[in-house]
């Protein structure tokens, strides 16, 4: 599955802070409910109830420490096996 279209926002709640129009629209992920920015990584649970998209900082992650393999999202970790 690719990735969700990179979209910026200035949010103070955000780990990143620039000025781009967003549309009401547009979907939002992550445990932080905000739209798809930076870097992401998606949950291998295809039915993620957790957020689906997950933004690197708000899961712990950088590009240097990015998980190689299956990943799944903190609350599908939850979820019995």
Known sequence: MPPPPLTIK??????????????PNEP????CHQISFGDMIAC???????????????VGLTPETRFKGKWYCPTCRQLPH
């Open 10 to 23: 200035k949010d103070l709640t955000s780990p990143f802070e620039v000025d781009e129009p967003i549309d």
């Open 44 to 58: 291998d649970n295809e039915n993620c109830q957790g957020g689906e998209w997950f933004h690197y900082a708000c």
């Open 28 to 31: 939002i992920y992550c445990v």
